[in-house]
């Protein structure tokens, strides 16, 4: 079977947009978070999940092409969000430590740093922030937002640079130089190695800028609340990720809606009905990207 017509068995409603605001990121995020921290009960990362980005401008049906971009993408939303599970597991296991070990402190240190965290190291405020701060995104609104910033994965920055989310880097030779950036600028747009690490270095931003303090706001509250993640929701913390505010949170959750991106939350949601370690280390290393589409129940062996 074709990668297209297994997109296909994925058809939901869809409803194409063109956002005057992709690809401008003022708060994008820098390109060296593609890695997770080390950690000995994360595993490395399964080979497809270097695989690069597909040409989603040879498919000429619109419905086929965005079935397949988001076929392409939950995979591995699947398998960023699932190692930040396995992640948030073991900073539980030390919510209840008097005292840390040099290993355990430096897990603490490395995260902190990583998600900008300036709390004394094994403090409880340094753990209540990290915390929040390591979660997951629901699959909504991650296909939303990369549908909208990369034009459904064709945009020169997708296709040249494997970023679906316009994010931005400061340092000479990081990445693309935008054709309509200003002079006097400096930013390039962001260049990573895999779709992957663009959608890792994505949930790194929306999980440590400052600008997006209300959406894991909203994430807390329904962690608290005891609610599913909402992609809707959480959306609405998104204003400062365009120049263009609240119109983009009102383009953003219409791509949702017509798109009916909600499945994918559900389908996520049904796969983490079992969040025990094996579960989350079944699906951290899955042999390939097929064994995380919706209906599978994912793989028991990791791929080497």
């Known amino acids: 079977m074709t990668a297209v017509s297994r997109a296909l068995l994925l058809c939901v409603p869809l409803i194409l947009f063109a956002g005057a605001g992709a690809l401008y990121t003022p ?31 040879t498919i000429r049906g619109t419905v086929e092409r965005k079935s397949a971009f988001f076929s392409f993408l939950y995979p591995r939303i699947v398998l960023a969000n699932s190692r930040i599970l396995i992640e948030r597991q073991y900073l539980e296991s030390l919510r209840g430590n008097a005292e840390f070990s040099e290993t355990e402190l430096k897990w603490l240190a490395d995260h902190a740093a990583r998600l900008r965290i300036d709390e004394a190291n094994g403090s409880e405020a ?18 939303a937002q990369a549908a909208n910033e990369s034009a459904w994965g064709t945009s020169r920055f997708a296709t040249q640079g494997n970023n679906l989310f316009g994010q931005w880097c400061f340092s000479k030779g990081c ?11 400096s930013h390039e747009v962001a260049k990573f190695s895999s779709p992957y690490g663009s959608i890792r270095a994505y949930i790194t931003n929306l999980n440590r800028h400052p600008t997006y303090q209300r959406v894991r706001d909203v994430r807390q509250q329904a962690r608290q609340n005891g609610d599913p993640l909402s992609g809707i929701a959480m959306a609405g913390g998104l204003l400062g990720y365009s120049e263009r505010g609240e119109d983009y949170v009102k383009e953003i959750r219409a791509m949702i809606r ?27 290393t899955a042999a390939t990207a097929d064994a995380l589409l919706p209906g599978s129940r994912g793989t028991t062996s990791p791929e080497h």
């Open 258 to 284: 017509y798109n009916n991106l909600g499945f994918y939350d559900k389908q996520f949601q049904a796969l983490l009905a079992d969040r025990s370690s094996e579960r989350l280390l079944e699906l951290a």
């Open 175 to 185: 990445g693309l130089v935008p054709l309509s950036r200003v002079p006097g600028a």
């Open 27 to 57: 708060f994008g995020g820098p390109s060296d978070d593609e890695g997770d921290v080390a950690l000995s009960s994360l595993p490395a990362l399964p080979s497809w999940a270097a695989a690069p980005l597909p040409d989603f401008s």
């Open 126 to 143: 340094q753990l209540a922030l990290l915390e929040k701060r390591i979660g997951v995104i629901p699959p909504s609104l991650i296909l």
